[in-house]
């Protein structure tokens, strides 16, 4: 079945400096997306960065960037030069065929802290 | 600013009551999807509309049901509300659905409290 894990519940990172947010995921599939989106504290669901699975180059977004290892079934997002704004939830979502339609499949997030 | 609006912001209410969220997409989404977030449950796929017919659906409660009507928009219906119900109701839209990259834009959600 079709899963989404992120396994730090949060992270902090000095402004400036850059971090890497992990995700690992589960797929029968070998056609999917890969999908990171933000969450400020305001709650609006903000999208940021996607990477197919048959895409051979990494995403990249201004300061997002996209780790993807296939192999390992990992799509960790790293961001740049770190911005107070930057505090926020971050959600990897997946979509592939496995599933009916056209749905997000989220893990569970990290809460990012950018201290100043 | 996505182009997805949805009303209300923000919604109060009493157990066993009904309410109706609703959702218009950005100009041009065919699609239509309905998510809920909550804290023990995390964001939850509910359904998918496309040009008004149910694509597909996730783990919607009996309780709740949805439309997609011809000018697009839509409404996510919750009946016979429980505490548990209390979430942040998003809904989000898109292009073509059925390709894995889909961008989907999300609205900026409805809060339900059920007291």
């Known amino acids: 079945a079709q899963k989404i894990t992120q396994t730090q519940p949060g992270m902090f990172v000095q402004e400036k400096e850059a971090v890497t947010l992990d995700c690992t995921y589960d797929?029968?599939?070998?056609?999917?997306?890969l999908f990171w989106y933000k969450q400020p504290s305001s709650g609006e669901m903000i999208f940021l960065i996607y990477?197919?699975?048959?895409?051979?180059q990494n995403a990249t977004e201004g300061r997002y960037s996209l780790n993807f290892q296939k192999a390992r079934k990992s799509a960790n997002l790293v961001i740049s030069a770190s911005q107070l704004g930057d505090s926020a939830m971050y959600f990897c979502?997946?979509?592939?065929?496995?599933?009916?339609?056209?749905?997000?499949?989220f893990g569970e997030g990290t809460q990012l802290t950018v201290n100043p | 600013d996505s182009g997805v609006t949805q009303t209300p912001k923000h919604l109060i209410t009493a157990t066993g009551q009904r309410v109706t969220l609703r959702c218009s997409p950005r100009?041009?989404?065919?699609?239509v999807y309905w998510y809920q977030q909550s804290l023990d449950q995390g964001l939850q796929f509910l359904i998918q509309?496309?040009?008004?017919?149910?694509?597909a659906k996730g783990n919607i409660l009996e309780r709740f049901s949805a439309q997609q009507f011809p000018d697009l928009h839509s409404e996510l219906n919750l009946s016979s509300l429980e505490l548990g119900d209390s979430a942040l109701y998003f809904c989000?839209?898109?292009?073509?659905?059925?390709?894995?990259?889909?961008?989907?834009?999300f609205g900026p959600g409805t809060r339900l409290t059920v007291l």
């Open positions: 797929t029968s599939d070998q056609s999917y997306g």
């Open positions: 979502a997946m979509i592939s065929k496995e599933t009916s339609g056209s749905r997000l499949t």
């Open positions: 100009s041009g989404d065919l699609s």
């Open positions: 989000a839209s898109s292009v073509e659905p059925g390709r894995v990259y889909n961008e989907q834009f």
């Open positions: 509309y496309y040009n008004g017919e149910e694509r």
């Open positions: 990477q197919g699975s048959y895409d051979e």
